[in-house]
């Protein structure tokens, strides 16, 4: 088992943090991981990405030129990393602001009203956990539970009143595709 | 077995130096390492220890060579155009034989240069970097946990040998984050007292830290005691890594994230039916030129792949030492090699190479 | 019986090797002096940079840490946070202390490092064989101002120890010079004072001290002592810049 993923979005959308979490529920499950945030003016804004990988085997290269899927949260991510997706790969977009169709036939596309949902919940911020739910209902590279526990480390003592919001939104994500 | 925590390559380095006795941080700030002095920032003050933002790079290299003279195990941390300030201090501390562990998180040069990725300081690492005939000791990591096992084993070479060493990581290093652990601790009250150290002439004769000697001959001596210092090291510190060598007809010579990089590229080739491994000096001062030299008798060619225009392959050639042809493929300036291209090259090698 | 003079223990027994009529000499036994009298000379480290007191460290009988031109104050910082309970001084020259090492001093006293700087103020490079400094009087002939300090060219001469009182950092900034027995008095005192200052963990202490250079000068050791009182005097003004009320 290996999966590459890409994660990409204004700066605020949280993809950092989503990627973050996903590499330690893998951590957590025991697999090996990385997290390869890009750095530099990238990060005042504009487009953020980091890379995940997940591996049963020590992992290689920590960078990802063809990604099994990405999770792309604007339309400048969605143009930028969805021509290197693999063949048989997936593209999971937030549809909530991307209204483009996707130029590919050979990936599956995944539109989650990422917004949409997150502003149902109350908070848009929760916008990346309905993301990643529907990409743990795309592939379940860990458990959800393993992700719902991992809230509980990764977020700081002083976010811990917004673990149940986060949950409800990997549900949602997850509930999409059920 | 200690557990496991995710955490970025500068944070695990910062914290790897802490458990090592580390207590004493001088830097400056600069992407991509900033990360490192910030986790010091807040650390060090939890374990009794000084965390110091210099007013340059020059200053804080300074007061490496003043902590290091005083006898504590210290840390500073900078990115290329700050290492060629910390030069200064860096000449004079290995000048007066003391150690102090420097870690470089390489970024594209030269000048201003970039803040991307890159391993063009290689050069300046490992063939002294500032005036005079010094040589660091430089320990280059692929991964997180080694960076952490890396920075921990270059205070205890800097000790040994009184030298500075010097953790070499580019961008990518700094900036990951992989799972680590940190399987030991070092109380600093519990390292042997460096009798040499100024901390007061109390009950003995005074210690003198010092790189002077304007008698030639006395120079010339010391010197002589330095490069001793290096053949020690050659003979006792020389690491590496191999993968896949055993049924090789060719190898890649890689270090650092590259070296990771060309591991995926050699996955591919296996799949392919090429016979190719991969040989990863992890210490590139002391070189692992005996291991390339021993496979040169034994492989058709070499390929040294480095995010820079090609400074390591001039060690790779001397080691190969006109047996094989010895290829290289580059990227530099925040540009990063990818797998398809170091396959391309793989291929290329094979049919006879350039 | 009381023993009125005697040599210094904090000093070595190895022979200057400064000039005929430099008083670097007496500001080294000063510096003795002080270290016997406070009975610190086992506690104290001493930093000398590049200049002619780059050998300072043959002739303090105390641990020394030679440094590189003009960081002598990074250095001491080190040591210092090292060692926050030992006495840790520099040993600086104008070429030093007020042209490359002045982001060094600015920092150090600013972060009020508790660290006590002498400098030594003598208008000229001496070590390099009389080249310009930044302390260098107007009109002042050098071996690279060989008409004479021009101030639309090369600036003017810098006052250090006025720009360093006004810093928060700074408790103790005095000038004293070393030409005649009570002015040779009064700089012991100073000093004495910026290290019981520093003892006493109060923040960065500095004495600058005016003094010759009768060979780069060109002129006799003598003549050298009247054109400190003249020349130098007037721009460099003695008397404790700060600090002076505190004990």
Known sequence: MKEEIIMAGFGGQGVMSLGRLLTYAGMKEGDEVSWMPSYGPEMRGGTANCTVIISSKQIPSPLSSQPDAIIVMNLPSLDKFAPCVKRGGAILLNSSLINKEVDRDDVKIIKVPANQIANELGNTKVANMVMLGAYLAHKRIVKLETVKAALQDVFPARRHNLIPINQQALDRGVALLN | MAEKVLMKGNEAIAEAAIKAGCRYFFGYPITPQNELPEYMSRRLPEVGGVFLQAESEVAASNMVYGAAGAGARVLTSSSSPGISLKMEGISYIAGAELPAVIVNIMRGGPGLGGIQSSQADYFQATKGGGHGDFRLCVLAPSTVQEAVDLTMEAFEIADRYRNPVMVLGDGIIGQMMEPVQFNKEIDPADLPKKEWATDGARGRPRNIINSLALDPQDLENHNLVLKAKYEQMKEQEVRYATYLLDDADRAIVAYGTTARIATSAIEMAREQGIRVGLIRPISLFPFPEKVIAEAANRLDSFLTVEMSLGQMVEDVRLAVNGKKPVFFYGRTAGMVPSPEEILEQIILMGGGGE | ?247
């Open chain 3, 1 to 247: 019986m009381k023993l009125l003079a005697g040599y210094p223990e904090a000093l070595t027994e190895k022979p200057f090797h400064y000039c005929p009529g430099c008083l670097h000499g007496i500001v080294h036994r000063l510096l003795a002096e002080v270290m016997d009298e406070l009975e610190i000379r086992e506690d104290t480290i001493g930093i000398a940079p590049v200049g002619c007191s780059v050998l300072a460290y043959q002739y303090f009988n105390i641990d020394m840490h030679e440094a590189s031109h003009g960081r002598a104050p990074a250095v001491a910082t080190g040591v210092k946070r090292v060692h926050p309970d030992k006495v840790v001084f520099t040993y600086q020259g104008d070429g030093d202390l007020a042209s490359i090492g002045t982001a060094e001093i600015v920092h150090a006293a600013n972060r009020g490092e508790k660290i006590t700087t002498i400098f030594i103020n003598n208008a000229i490079y001496g070590m390099t064989g009389g080249q310009m400094a930044p302390t260098t009087l107007p009109e002042q002939k050098t071996t690279t101002s060989p008409y004479g300090r021009d101030l639309d060219l090369a600036g003017h001469p810098i006052k250090m120890s006025e720009m360093l009182s006004v810093l928060d950092g700074s408790i103790f900034i005095a000038r004293v010079s070393v030409h005649d027995p009570k002015h040779i008095r009064e700089a012991k005192k100073m000093i004495k004072k910026a290290f019981l200052l520093q003892l006493a963990g109060k923040g960065f202490t500095l004495v600058e001290v005016l003094s010759t250079c009768p060979t780069n000068w060109g002129i006799s050791p003598l003549a050298a002592i009247d054109w400190l009182k003249e020349n130098m005097l007037p721009v460099y003004p003695l008397g404790v810049l700060k600090g002076g009320e505190i004990d």
